[in-house]
């Protein structure tokens, strides 16, 4: 499968937040991995699924992929 263009609205903070939720990471995790509050990676992945019009983690991650 070839990778989706991700809107350009997303920052780029948001897509490497997306791409590392496509790893299967918690919050937590993402927040070491990006020396981030967790408090910040949920308003993140809040801003995220906004923008691509999805609900949850899964939807936000099949967009990734065609």
Same mark, same amino acid.
């Given at each position: ?9 997303? %920052?780029? /903070? ?5 791409? %590392?939720?496509? %790893? *299967? ?5 993402? *927040? ?9 990676? /949920? ?9 691509? *019009? ?13």
């Amino acid at each position: 499968m070839k990778p989706k263009r991700l809107p350009h609205e997303l %920052t780029n /903070k948001e897509r490497e937040i997306l791409n %590392t939720l496509s %790893t *299967g990471k918690y919050y937590k995790e993402i *927040g070491v991995e990006h020396n981030i509050t967790i408090d910040t990676v /949920k308003k993140h992945c809040k801003n995220i699924y906004r923008k691509l *019009g999805v609900r949850n983690r899964k939807q936000a991650v099949l967009t990734l992929v065609d």
